[in-house]
């Protein structure tokens, strides 16, 4: 396993996309020290990242 830390900051688009096909098929997201959520990379959407990785949380109804 790896961890990375704002991976693509700085990085230009081309090279982002590049860098995204070869992490792996597996996106574990950490916040406050623990993983709070895993997804296999076909089922993720930047959406749900960004909520995960400020610390949000799903909400059932």
Same mark, same amino acid.
């Given at each position: 396993?790896?961890?990375?830390? &704002?991976?693509t900051? !700085?990085?230009?688009? !081309?090279?982002?996309?590049?860098?995204?096909?070869?992490? !792996?098929?597996?996106?574990?997201?950490?916040y406050d020290?623990?993983?709070?959520? &895993?997804f296999?990379r076909?089922e993720? &959407?930047? &959406?749900?990242?960004r909520?995960y990785?400020?610390g !949000?949380?799903e909400v059932?109804?």
């Open positions: 396993m790896f961890v990375f830390d &704002e991976l900051k !700085g990085v230009d688009i !081309g090279a982002k996309s590049d860098i995204f096909r070869i992490i !792996g098929d597996r996106i574990a997201i950490m020290v623990k993983i709070i959520k &895993e296999a076909s993720v &959407e930047k &959406e749900q990242l909520l990785a400020s !949000g949380e059932h109804s």
